[in-house]
């Protein structure tokens, strides 16, 4: 007899038949079944999930209300919460993120809705090139592509400053990385070339699907270019434009690689973000977990609330 | 129902960005007393993890292949302990270790300096070597007594010191000749100079169209350097005698950032408020737009490291010391050590005190791996490594001027944001420099209760 037909339960080997999981399976309706087949495929996904996102999420809430470095671990309820509004560098901080956010989205936007509508119609080679070319500062590393940026901003060996010095635009080295004036624009333009990868493909993607029956009968109606555009090709990418502005929003709030690596958040706190200054109170010294795991929930909850926003208005349009 | 969905789905990953840490905290532990008794130590069986800073020179210019001759030279003495080395970058290793500490898988020795081993130490995550220090008979046979200082948080000592070296300043040689200004720097003796030679030679090559000392504020990559170029300047302290207080807004200090500023308006010093000393340093030695004739952070390690650079910009740079109101400077130093994590497994804690013994005071691997650092020995008894060099006999000199070591008072490692910070702040003018001194003490002294 094949052991494979036979389990092990309680010790001893029964058969297939006289297995409880077996027999209560068995009992189950069809629709029943389906059920617990589909959970049953989904447990390994559901393992990782609640592994490496529900426990962390449930760790990160709970200890955000303790004192918790290196040396102690005490319950100090919302303490942590109450000390971070009264907090400059965090309110400073949280201040540049929305500006960061509110600046670099609706640019990110714009820009590939207009490269894209350019793009969508030229030739097959045309349009792979550019896709080719506005993707390429997202699949470079984030280090690779900041070390060129700080190259090129250094104040005293960088291009940048050689250019506008050579052609007499500037007289002394401008600090683009630390000066407070210039420091968060340089950001956002590094934000904005890594960023509008994405949605010119994804664009250009929607834009190819629309029914071009409807546009082809507008214009024979008399419809200019702004016409269509505006009532039949925006309505027409809208749960595109959704999907873009939710998820470019959610990466602008948890910039950090290129704050981290090109102002650790100076000068004096200027583009220090939420998610940067979470780094630097968990793994500076003195390694404040409690502290910086309250900052990210605050920040989770910022961004469901924008998330909130930029769904109800554009509810109308999606549906 | 979907939609809300997708929110939940929102909040959660975004939480989960950031909450990553476990739970387990310092005063879960507790060292490891037990003693493991093997009549030959060297039949030890165990299995160890090494995590070094690129500290030594590298071999073929592979980095961990000098660390991996390392192990194997170890293995011929303990051939049952075996070591794994992992080398880690001084950018993201003090955030890997921390991570280690609190996953529980930190490794068993780590190469570094007293800055952090202290505060790990504090912690209670490494093992006392106050047992090692006495048996090797380092106390009796230490260069310099400020360096097991530096290895001790007053009563226990935490790390195994190796080698030490003083941190200077240079100057373009090449630059100063061309210029016939030579003449101006210290070049004789200690190469010791006041604040107004230095600030008389600064002009005078400001004149000729040269980049002065560049105050880098971007970031703690060097800070010490900033730290000790400025307070001497003015013979200011940072701290007070006992190392209990942070001073700089004592008339001393508040003129010391008097004139740093000063320097950076009318040009003669050169600010990067969004660079560190690896970019100074970058501009010193391979100066491409622009030619800087000095830079406030040098040593012999540096020195050699930044050599092949030198030659290619055909610069000849030589150390001096930094300049201070009375000629008597007060210099930060560099000290390589080891610590030994309390893993809780005695085994692995004997053969990681074997490891270091062996690496840090063997015969032949000893005085081999000082040379490998380019520092100089902490121990008298191996002697002058580096006789007939006179650029090194230089460096060997400054150890009189040695100031006091503050890498490990508490909390020293959240005052440097505060160092860097108000440096930034005062030079783009958020604050002026007294403001930049007491915003600097009121939140470096808040550090000291940690």
Redesign the interface.
């Known amino acids: 007899m094949s052991p494979r037909l036979f389990l092990k339960f309680k010790g001893a080997y029964m058969s297939k038949k006289d297995n409880p999981i077996m027999s209560w399976y068995k009992k189950l309706s069809i629709s029943q079944r389906q059920t617990v087949t589909a959970y049953l495929f989904l447990l390994p996904a559901l393992i990782f999930f609640f592994t ?3 426990t ?2 449930l ?6 209300l303790f004192d ?6 005490e319950f100090i309820g919302f303490g942590n919460y109450v000390k971070l509004f009264s907090n400059t560098i965090f309110l400073k901080s949280l201040k540049n993120t929305v500006k960061l956010v509110v600046i670099s989205v609706p640019i990110i936007v714009l820009f590939s809705l207009f490269a894209s509508v350019v793009l969508y119609q030229k030739n097959a080679v045309v349009r792979s090139v550019f896709r080719g070319i506005f993707y390429l500062p997202v699949v470079t590393g984030t280090v690779a592509v900041v070390v060129v940026w700080k190259w090129m ?6 291009v940048l ?2 250019v506008l010095m050579k052609a007499n635009l500037i007289s002394e ?1 401008i ?6 004036r210039f ?1 968060m624009w340089a950001i956002i333009i590094i934000l904005i070339t890594t960023s509008v990868g994405q949605p010119i493909i994804l664009y250009i993607a929607a834009l190819g699907n629309l029914d071009t029956s409807q546009i082809e009968a507008a214009k024979i109606d008399g419809a200019n270019e702004w016409q269509v555009f505006r009532h039949i090709k925006w309505p027409g990418i809208m749960p595109t434009t959704l999907y873009v502005v ?1 998820i470019t929003t ?1 990466n602008t ?2 910039c950090f690689s290129l704050i981290q690596l ?3 958040g ?4 200027n583009t220090s973000t939420i ?1 940067y200054l ?1 780094y ?1 109170t ?6 404040r ?1 409690g502290y ?2 309250a ?3 605050v ?3 910022i ?2 609330l924008f ?2 926003i930029q ?1 109800k208005l554009f ?1 109308s349009d999606t549906e | 129902m979907k939609k809300f969905f997708v929110l939940l789905m929102t909040l959660i990953m975004s939480i989960s960005l950031v909450a990553c840490s476990s739970g387990s905290s310092a005063t879960d532990s507790t060292p490891t007393d037990e003693v493991v008794d093997v009549e030959d130590i060297t039949t030890l069986e165990a299995e160890i993890t090494w995590w070094a800073f690129p500290t030594f020179t590298t071999v073929d210019g592979v980095s961990g292949k000098y660390e991996e001759s390392l192990v194997a030279a170890f293995n011929e003495k303990y051939p049952n302990i075996k070591v794994n080395v992992e080398m880690i970058d001084f950018t993201n290793g003090p955030e890997k270790i921390v991570t280690a500490i609190q996953g529980n898988t930190a490794p068993d020795v780590l190469f570094d300096a007293p800055g952090r081993i202290i505060d790990y130490g504090r912690s209670g995550y490494l093992v006392s070597l106050n047992d090692l220090v006495e048996e090797t008979g380092l106390l009796e046979d230490i260069a310099n007594p400020n360096i097991l200082e530096a290895s001790s948080d007053g009563e226990t000592y935490w790390m195994y010191p190796t080698s030490a070296a003083p941190f200077v300043m240079a100057v373009n040689k090449t630059a100063l000749e061309k210029e016939g200004l030579f003449d101006l720097v210290p070049s004789e003796g200690d190469r010791t100079w006041t604040t107004d030679e230095f600030i008389e030679l600064s002009k005078k090559m400001q004149e000729a169209g040269y980049y002065g000392v560049e105050i880098f504020a971007g970031g703690q990559g060097g800070d010490q350097g900033t730290r000790a170029f400025i307070t001497n300047l003015t013979n200011a302290n940072l701290m007070n005698a006992d190392l209990s207080e942070y001073t700089l807004s004592e008339a001393a200090g508040v003129e010391a950032l008097t004139l740093i500023n000063d320097g950076v308006k009318a040009g003669w010093l050169a600010a990067n408020t969004g660079g560190v000393a690896n970019d100074a340093l970058e501009h010193f030695t391979t100066p491409t737009n622009s030619t800087f004739w000095a830079v406030a952070l040098w040593s012999p390690n540096l020195h050699s490291a930044r050599q092949e650079e030198l030659d290619a910009s055909n610069i000849e740079a030589i150390a001096v010391t930094l300049p201070s109101k009375d000629g008597s400077p007060k210099l930060e130093y560099l000290v390589n050590g080891y610590a030994i994590f309390d893993n809780k497994d005695a085994t692995k804690i004997a053969a990681a005190k074997e490891f270091v013994k062996f690496l840090s005071d063997d015969e032949v691997i000893g005085k081999q791996n000082v040379l490998a650092t380019n520092c100089f020995p902490v121990r008298t008894s191996f002697g002058d490594l580096y006789e007939g060099d006179e650029n090194m006999s230089y460096y060997a000199s400054l150890t009189k001027y040695y100031g006091a070591y503050y890498n490990t008072v508490n909390g020293f490692g959240s005052m440097r944001p505060f160092w860097w910070g108000s440096l930034q702040a005062m030079i783009i003018d958020d604050m002026n420099p007294e403001e930049a001194a007491v915003y600097f003490d009121e939140n470096a002294n808040l550090t000291l209760d940690e």
């Open positions: 490496f996102v529900v962390p999420i760790s990160g809430l709970f200890t955000s918790y470095t290196t040396k102690k671990f901003f250094d104040p005293y060996n960088g400053n050689y080295q600090q683009w990385l630390g000066d407070k420091a939710v959610i709030f948890q090109l102002t650790s100076g000068p004096n706190y998610m979470v630097e968990a793994f500076k010294s003195p390694y977990f910086a795991n900052m990210g929930v920040l989770a909850i961004i469901g998330s909130l769904f509810q």
